[in-house]
């Protein structure tokens, strides 16, 4: 049985207020749920007031998300953070390949893949997004876009490296756009990757948690999780509010 995870990430947002702000309010709020795994994930300016946060009693239960590193250890890489830095103040999970960084930041495959094995190499779990543009999806070739991201992964670091991972499934169209996938659509790319690695490795499918990520709110959560090859959530602008981010991650307990 997987554990339903939910990471909130915060992109270029928040001010020291309001990062204790949310922290505050989103460990008060999921202070009773059982089940459900949470993860915040600030900017890496804030990630220190982040682990204070939740170093504390209140919000012990909350893990801690980077958005980004630099695939080198430490060097002459300025502006950069490294996996060993981040690890340093008790960060557990590091999203990689985020279509935002792939496009806006030119991170190709072999990037992401780098980003990968650095983020598990300093004993941290990336969360690999994978996903498909609406020109893609309505070319036919969603499966095939995604499963060509994952598999540069799997080539560089290898399917045993997915036994300590998070997939995100997180289709281009539907990032901070409103459009959700219908929940069809999300359960039916999460079975194509889960079936995909599968043929490598059934116990390592079986164990894969599957996020979906694109405009997940607490209206539509519910019925995203409930589909079979959904683990959890990647949320971008919901995990901004209090009590919306409590919603859906009461959704998945
Ligand atoms: C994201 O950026 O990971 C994301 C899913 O954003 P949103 O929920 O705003 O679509």
């Not at 893949?113 to 650095?118: D, G, R, T």
Request: hydrophobic share 45%; with cysteine; aromatic share 4%.
């Amino acid at each position: 049985m997987r554990q339903k995870l939910v990471v909130g990430n915060w992109k270029m947002h928040g001010s020291t207020a309001q990062v204790r702000r949310l922290i505050e309010g989103v460990a008060t709020g999921s202070a009773g749920l059982a089940k459900v795994e949470i993860a915040v994930g600030p900017t890496l300016l804030h990630m220190g007031l982040a682990a204070e946060l939740c170093a504390s009693e209140a919000a012990g239960h909350l893990k801690l998300a980077a958005q980004n590193l630099f695939a080198e250890p430490a060097g002459a890489f300025t502006g950069e953070v490294s996996a060993p830095m981040l690890a340093e103040y008790g960060v557990n999970y590091v999203i990689v390949g985020h279509s935002e960084r792939r496009e806006i930041f030119a991170e190709t495959d072999q990037v992401v893949a780098a980003k990968f094995k650095a983020t598990q190499a300093s004993g941290l779990i990336p969360i690999l997004c994978v996903g498909e543009s609406l020109a893609q999806r309505e070319a036919g070739t969603s499966a095939e876009v995604v499963l060509a991201q994952l598999n540069a992964v799997i080539e560089t670091a290898g399917i045993e490296a997915l036994r300590s991972a998070v997939l995100a499934y997180e289709p281009i169209w539907a990032i901070g756009t409103g459009k959700t996938a219908s929940k069809e659509q999300a359960q039916e790319i999460h079975r194509v990757l889960r079936e995909h690695i599968a043929k490598s490795d059934t116990a390592v499918a079986q164990g894969i948690r599957i996020l979906y990520g694109g405009s997940v709110n607490a209206a539509n959560a519910t019925e995203l999780f409930s589909q079979a090859d959904i683990d959890g959530g990647l949320v971008g602008g919901a995990s901004l509010k209090v009590e919306e981010f409590v919603s859906i991650c009461k959704s998945a307990d």
